[in-house]
């Protein structure tokens, strides 16, 4: 199992474009998470997903959409991007309600700069 | 609302010595509560977690923590320190839905 994996590594955008933020799951969990890192912030989550065609907004979820067409794949889109997207993102999943009994496993993260 | 506190930003321990990193929580009903840790460039690994039960929880790596209602803690200990252990440690709550509240994390450094 490669557990989750996440694609870019890095990344550099330019203020106003937009892109794609890659997660894949090979556990064959339910829940998937997006969450942000800000230095001395802990992680915040942007939206969440229960299950496929399932999606919904966590705390910071403003200039980004997210998408689960599979029970594998959760992108995460930034469209317009701004400076203070400048973040690591995380994606992560358990396979039950990761709030409660179920461990949520994380992924490598990218680290993106918006300049 | 729910939320969590750790209070000491960065901790420096020697290694061999012993530590201890704190969290408190605020929460109104029972807490479900994690430690997970972070290596540099990595992504979060959970080191435990407390549902119910035994109030001293045993993780991976060595690490314990104990869960004290009266004092809404879930500190997390461990004995020796190994220069390994250097990282980012999360304490994160769950309140029986989807969702985690992390705190600002602790960041520790170990000396030679």
């Known amino acids: 199992n490669a557990g989750v994996t996440q694609t870019p590594k890095f990344h550099i955008l330019k203020i106003g474009q937009s892109m794609t933020l890659q997660c894949t799951q090979d556990?064959?969990?339910?829940?998937m998470y997006w969450y942000r890192q800000d230095p001395g912030m802990g992680l915040k989550l942007i939206y969440y997903?229960?299950?496929?065609?399932?999606?919904d907004k966590g705390e910071v979820p403003n200039g980004y959409n997210v998408s689960r067409s599979t029970t594998e794949d959760f992108p995460l889109r930034l469209e317009l991007a701004a400076p203070s997207q400048t973040s690591v993102y995380f994606c992560?999943?358990?396979?039950?309600?990761?709030?409660?009994?179920?461990?949520?496993?994380f992924g490598p993260g990218t680290r993106l700069t918006v300049l | 609302a729910q939320s969590v506190t750790q209070p000491d930003i960065h901790i420096t321990v020697s290694e061999g010595a012993s530590l201890e990193l704190r969290c408190n929580y605020s929460?109104?009903?029972?807490?479900?509560l994690f430690w997970y840790v972070q290596s540099p460039g990595q992504g979060l690994q959970l080191l435990l977690k407390?549902?119910?039960?035994?109030?001293l929880v045993q993780g991976i790596k060595g690490f314990e923590a104990e869960f004290k209602r009266s004092q809404s803690s879930f500190n997390l200990r461990k004995p020796s320190v190994h220069w390994s252990d250097a990282a980012e440690y999360f304490c994160?709550?769950?309140?029986?839905?989807?969702?985690?509240?992390f705190g600002a994390g602790t960041t520790v450094t170990v000396r030679a």
């Open positions: 407390y549902f119910s039960g035994d109030t």
């Open positions: 929460y109104g009903a029972t807490p479900y």
């Open positions: 994160a709550l769950g309140k029986g839905d989807y969702k985690l509240s």
């Open positions: 997903s229960v299950g496929a065609g399932i999606t």
């Open positions: 556990m064959n969990h339910n829940y």
């Open positions: 992560a999943s358990s396979l039950l309600s990761g709030g409660a009994t179920d461990t949520q496993y």
